[in-house]
């Protein structure tokens, strides 16, 4: 059994850039509307946003178990159990060839009903999201690489 958590640093981190945003919106707000009550309600709310979404929605652990079942666990309660045979893993979406440098999404798409779906892994350390997308299969490390032949003028 392989189990990933959420990393302190990297929440953390998230929470400064909430501050960031905060700021950045109280004083957009502030200047908008001269009034000083709803720059600091906006800024409020904003903070709050992020903390939910770092502390709560972010804040994941995923396992891995030897019978080849996904677990992602929130605050200790199982939120979501996945076959991994059942789905397709990539960290690409499948509408999408690209992908951001700070996206640490890992996309599946069900066999039988060709869903896709994705589980944000922002919290993780970054070599545990390159593990992670290895031991799914999402990267095809000893694939042959394509040639392309061009032609020549």
């Known amino acids: 059994m392989k189990e990933y958590k959420s990393k302190l640093t990297t929440m953390i981190f998230q929470s400064l850039l909430g501050l960031a945003a905060m700021w950045f919106v109280y004083n957009l707000v502030g200047r908008l509307t001269h009034s000083f009550l709803f720059a600091v309600i906006a800024g409020i709310v904003i903070f709050v946003f992020f903390l939910y979404k770092v502390f709560y929605m972010d804040f994941i652990t995923i396992i891995l178990t ?3 079942k996904l677990l992602i666990k929130r605050l200790g309660k199982i939120i979501k159990a996945l076959s991994i045979d059942s789905y397709i893993w990539s960290e690409y979406s499948k509408y999408s ?6 996206d640490q999404d890992i996309y599946y798409v069900n066999k ?5 779906a994705s589980i944000d892994c922002t919290n993780l350390s970054s070599d ?4 992670l997308l290895t031991i799914l299969g999402a990267k095809n490390q000893d694939a042959e690489p394509v040639k392309v032949e061009t032609i020549k003028k």
């Open 97 to 102: 060839n690209t992908k951001d440098a700070d």
């Open 112 to 116: 039988e009903s060709g869903q896709e």
């Open 128 to 131: 545990d999201y390159e593990e």
């Open 66 to 68: 030897e019978d080849k």
